[in-house]
């Protein structure tokens, strides 16, 4: 490996030992350029047959952003109503992720599409064909994430979608088999973290 091929390397692996996720943001919205960069990356991951499952919606307008954080909250207020959480907890829990989501001056919704995906006929294969799916929507987001910290934003993936697809499907009119995977608020950083990691040895095995 030559000396500038090394260089380059051990960059990015100090840029990817730097990252954090970020939850407070400034107000001013990054250029748009700028979040094209972030996603014209996160387009560059590995994706089963190189059919690209991703799909993105980004937010740049307050309403936006505070109307679904609205309907999430909402179903997240019945859910945790359901579970018998008491009523304190609960309204603390909803205005916590509405400030997160509104507090943000961009979010970006990642979904994934099947609809270049393989079909097989059989559950298990198509069930198999749905998890490379969603990983490579998920290698996409760590690249979005890669990137903005690269670019100089701040950016955190929440996994909320997850608990209420409908829910967003219909707050964001989403089209037809885009299916919510996870959201990224991100913006220019009002913050610094330092995040431990386990050791890599209680997670490793040698075969």
Not at 25 to 39: A, C, G, I, N, S
Not at 54 to 82: P, T
Not at 178 to 198: C, D, E, Y
Request: net charge neutral; hydrophobic share 45%.
């Amino acid at each position: 490996m030559d000396d500038s091929r090394r260089q380059t390397g051990s960059e990015f692996l100090n840029l990817l030992h730097a990252r954090r996720s970020l939850r407070r943001y400034r107000p001013d919205t990054p250029p748009r350029e700028l979040l094209r960069q972030v996603l014209q990356a996160a387009i560059q991951a590995p994706s089963a047959h190189n059919r690209q499952p991703w799909r993105f919606v980004v937010l740049l307008e307050d309403a936006d952003r505070a109307g679904l954080a609205r309907a999430m909250g909402e179903r997240l207020r019945q859910d945790l109503k359901a579970d018998g959480v008491p009523a304190a907890v609960i309204e603390a829990d909803v205005g916590r992720s509405f400030e997160r989501m509104t507090g943000a001056p961009v979010l970006i919704l990642l979904c994934l599409s099947m609809r270049d995906m393989d079909v097989y006929p059989d559950e298990g294969r198509n069930a198999a064909e749905h998890t490379m799916a969603v990983q490579g929507t998920a290698m996409a987001g760590q690249n979005l994430l890669l990137a903005a910290h690269a670019l100089g934003l701040g950016a955190c993936w929440m996994c909320a979608p997850l608990f209420c697809p409908d829910v967003v499907i219909d707050a964001l009119q989403l089209p037809p088999n885009w299916q919510p995977q996870g959201l990224v608020t991100l913006g220019w950083p009002a913050q610094t973290r330092s995040r431990g990691r386990r050791p890599l040895d209680e997670v490793l095995l040698w075969r």
